[in-house]
Antibody
Framework: EVQLVESGGGLVKPGETLRLSCVASGLTFSEAWMNWVRQAPGKGLEWIGRIRRETDGGTTEYAPPVKGRFTVSRDDSKNTLYLQMDSLKTEDTAVYYC?????WGQGTLVTVSS | DVVMTQSPLSLPVTLGQPASISCRSSQSLVHSDGNTYLDWFQQRPGQSPRRLIYKVSNRDSGVPDRFSGSGSGTDFTLKISRVEADDVGVYYCMQATHWPLTFGGGTKVEIK
């Protein structure tokens, strides 16, 4: 069974930094294109970034609201996906999901508030 | 960005009756590789999203055959042949043909 388990969420102040992790099991992680999707409280889904598998270049893409502030990376030796979030804004408050699109984690809540 | 417009926003349905959700994109979702990357997701209350349909009409493993997807170009539909209580939640379409990937605003399905 595929499992994606996010961690690292919490309460931070505007301008601060946070790093989320997502540990994958039950799939060949190194073969997967991985995404981060977020959902603000009571709102819809927003794709924020993805990383291709290494054999496809391991390149990343980001949605405009987070480009230049967020960085997606992966460590295939640890079956782990990361989301480094810098210069956080109040509008980044959301549940952050790690997903292959076919499989989703349970999400981790990030709250940005002074 | 490609804008995904879903309708209706809210869909009250009677148990056992069919339901249909529309999703329209602001530009064609046919990729240069010939595929159309249009997916449908279900999010039950308090749960993570779950993909139901990928590439317009392919059901994910474990998805009941009551769910079907159809469409082409810019116009797509998710149909539930007979709504069950378990189907309550919000349904989203998503395009992955163009960067950035974009979701529709969601359709809330509830039982009358």
């Amino acid at each position: 069974e595929v499992q994606l388990v996010e961690s690292g969420g919490g309460l931070v102040k505007p301008g601060e930094t946070l790093r989320l992790s997502c540990v994958a099991s039950g799939l060949t992680f190194s073969e997967a294109w991985m995404n981060w999707v977020r959902q603000a409280p009571g709102k819809g889904l927003e794709w924020i970034g993805r990383i291709r598998r290494e054999t496809d270049g391991g390149t990343t893409e980001y949605a405009p609201p987070v480009k230049g502030r967020f960085t997606v990376s992966r460590d295939d030796s640890k079956n782990t996906l990361y989301l480094q979030m810098d210069s956080l804004k109040t509008e980044d408050t959301a549940v952050y999901y790690c997903t292959t699109m076919g499989k989703w984690g349970q999400g981790t809540l990030v709250t940005v508030s002074s | 960005d490609v804008v995904m417009t879903q309708s209706p926003l809210s869909l009250p349905v009677t148990l056992g009756q069919p339901a249909s959700i529309s999703c329209r994109s602001s530009q064609s979702l046919v990729h240069s590789d010939g595929n159309t990357y249009l997916d449908w997701f279900q999010q039950r209350p308090g749960q993570s999203p779950r993909r139901l349909i990928y590439k317009v009409s392919n059901r994910d493993s474990g998805v009941p055959d009551r769910f079907s997807g159809s469409g082409s170009g810019t116009d797509f539909t998710l149909k539930i042949s007979r709504v069950e209580a378990d189907d309550v939640g919000v349904y989203y379409c998503m395009q992955a043909t163009h960067w950035p990937l974009t979701f529709g605003g969601g359709t809330k399905v509830e039982i009358k």
